[in-house]
């Protein structure tokens, strides 16, 4: 609860003390458990070294206790404390074993997440063809799972890769479809994403008037679902008018 409130000094007092409790009963599973939450609350206060520390000593405590789903759920955390680190190595490292333990335990949900999480960083780390696997093999999940919100937001990430790579063609096509996906989910948010994202693409190829119909009809889904995208596709608009010849 504390957590939840952002109160996270009370956070981390209550799970301290929870810590020593389950220590001094010789409760390991309970301190693990304490050890993973404090963890988790240097996490959300961004203090990253010593969320590092603490995890690492909450690892070890669920690897003795052969809890493999805590084990997984670790390696996560410690791979965003990492990323927080801006240790992309250190992170790709961690998800990579948290990958593993999902495959072996058959958690096909997290398997995709970390895929995901994965493609994302190999991006930020320029391995462009590693990110594409993993974003190709996460999105494979997803329509098997049949998780289309997350499986819309694979296929925009796949359109900006594609866009890196200098495939136009690409980029429109993984675009629509995530357009479309959010269409018939009605999600209007990721539908006037979609939207933007597809008509800079269209802009960049020259096609400027087709780019601002886009982004006309990105304004109107803003304006009448009050969306915090508003700024941010007018501007674009404008700058793609400004950019039509008379």
């Known amino acids: 609860a504390f957590q939840a409130l952002g109160d996270w000094r009370t956070a981390l007092t209550y799970f301290e003390q929870a810590r020593e409790r389950h220590r001094d009963s010789g409760d390991r599973d309970g301190e693990a458990t304490a050890l993973a939450n404090i963890g988790t609350v240097h996490l959300g206060r961004r203090s990253w070294p010593e969320a590092i520390s603490i995890l690492r000593q909450a690892l070890k405590a669920v690897e003795s206790l052969g809890d493999r789903d805590a084990e997984a759920t670790l390696l996560n955390n410690l791979a965003v404390a990492f990323q927080g680190l801006g240790d992309l190595i250190g992170a790709v490292e961690h998800l990579s074993k948290a990958l593993k333990l999902h495959q072996e335990i058959g958690n096909r949900s997290m398997e995709g997440t970390i895929l995901n999480n994965l493609g994302s960083l190999s991006y930020r780390a320029r391995d462009l063809t590693r990110a594409r696997?993993?974003?190709?093999?996460?999105?494979?999940?997803?329509?098997?799972?049949?998780?289309?919100?997350?499986?819309?937001?694979?296929?925009?990430?796949?359109?900006?890769?594609?866009?890196?790579?200098?495939?136009?063609?690409?980029?429109?096509?993984?675009?629509?479809?995530?357009?479309?996906?959010?269409?018939?989910?009605?999600?209007?948010?990721?539908?006037?994403?979609?939207?933007?994202?597809?008509?800079?693409?269209?802009?960049?190829?020259?096609?400027?008037?087709?780019?601002?119909?886009?982004?006309?009809?990105?304004?109107?889904?803003?304006?009448?679902y009050d969306l915090p995208s508003q700024e941010r596709d007018r501007n674009a608009l404008a700058a793609v008018l400004a950019s039509i010849d008379p």
Do not use: M
């Open 133 to 224: 696997e993993y974003l190709e093999a996460a999105l494979t999940i997803r329509l098997e799972t049949n998780d289309t919100a997350d499986a819309a937001t694979i296929l925009s990430n796949l359109g900006t890769l594609s866009s890196t790579e200098g495939n136009t063609a690409g980029a429109i096509t993984y675009h629509e479809r995530a357009l479309q996906l959010r269409q018939e989910t009605e999600d209007h948010e990721g539908e006037a994403q979609s939207l933007y994202k597809l008509a800079l693409v269209l802009a960049s190829d020259g096609e400027r008037k087709e780019a601002a119909h886009l982004l006309s009809r990105a304004i109107d889904l803003d304006t009448a």
